[in-house]
Nanobody, 114 residues
Framework: QVQLVESGGGLVQAGDSLRLSCTAS????????MGWFRQAPGKERELVAR???????RYADSVKGRFTITVDDDHNTMYLQMNNLKVEDTAVYFC????????WGQGTQVTVSL
């Protein structure tokens, strides 16, 4: 059974950085297209970063140049380094397969204040 667990969120000020982590049981990250998603209050969940099984990376325009997605194959952990955070980055962040999402985890809350 696939289980995804996100961590690393918190309350920070605009301009600060956070690194989110995603661990999984039941599959190996590097075999799939993986993504970081976020959902802000009252908005739909959106994909913010994706890494393919071949290492290809894409970012949403809103986070390009500020966020970096990586996968540590040795520890089967995916990260999202978030720099220069903005108030509009406030959301619950989730990790999942991009193309065939599995049951969603709890997510990790990121709150950015002025």
């Amino acid at each position: 059974q696939v289980q995804l667990v996100e961590s690393g969120g918190g309350l920070v000020q605009a301009g600060d950085s956070l690194r989110l982590s995603c661990t999984a049981s039941g599959f190996t990250f590097s075999n799939y297209y993986m993504g970081w998603f976020r959902q802000a209050p009252g908005k739909e969940r959106e994909l913010v970063a994706r890494i393919s099984s071949g290492g290809g990376i894409r970012y949403a325009d809103s986070v390009k140049g500020r966020f970096t997605i990586t996968v540590d194959d040795d520890h089967n952990t995916m990260y999202l380094q978030m720099n220069n955070l903005k108030v509009e980055d406030t959301a619950v962040y989730f990790c999942n397969l991009e193309l065939n999402p599995q049951p969603w985890g709890q997510g990790t809350q990121v709150t950015v204040s002025l």
